[in-house]
Nanobody, 118 residues
Framework: QVQLVESGGGLAQAGGSLRLSCAAS????????MGWYRQAPGKQRELVAT???????NYADAVKGRFTISRDNAKNTVYLQMNSLKPEDTAVYYC????????????WGQGTQVTVSS
């Protein structure tokens, strides 16, 4: 079984920074995509950023230039460095892991709250 454990959420002021981490454990295929999604109250879950095991990245327009996703393949860990935070970044942030090994496998973390005050 695969587990994703997130850490690093919390409270920040507008213009501040936070760093999220997500460590994956279990039976994970080495070729995979890890990423971060977020869900604000009353809104649907949305993509924030993803990074493939080969290093290619994808960002939502809303966070481009402010957030940076990175990973340590040896540790099966993904990071999200969030700079220049805005109140609209307030949401629960979820770690995601996707890989195909015959079937498609998708896993989610439990979520970590990020609150940005104005």
């Amino acid at each position: 079984q695969v587990q994703l454990v997130e850490s690093g959420g919390g409270l920040a002021q507008a213009g501040g920074s936070l760093r999220l981490s997500c460590a994956a454990s279990g039976s994970i295929f080495s070729i995979n995509v890890m990423g971060w999604y977020r869900q604000a109250p009353g809104k649907q879950r949305e993509l924030v950023a993803t990074i493939a095991s080969g290093g290619s990245t994808n960002y939502a327009d809303a966070v481009k230039g402010r957030f940076t996703i990175s990973r340590d393949n040896a540790k099966n860990t993904v990071y999200l460095q969030m700079n220049s935070l805005k109140p609209e970044d307030t949401a629960v942030y979820y770690c995601n892991l996707n890989f195909r090994y015959g079937a498609q496998y998708t896993y989610w973390g439990q979520g970590t709250q990020v609150t940005v005050s104005s």
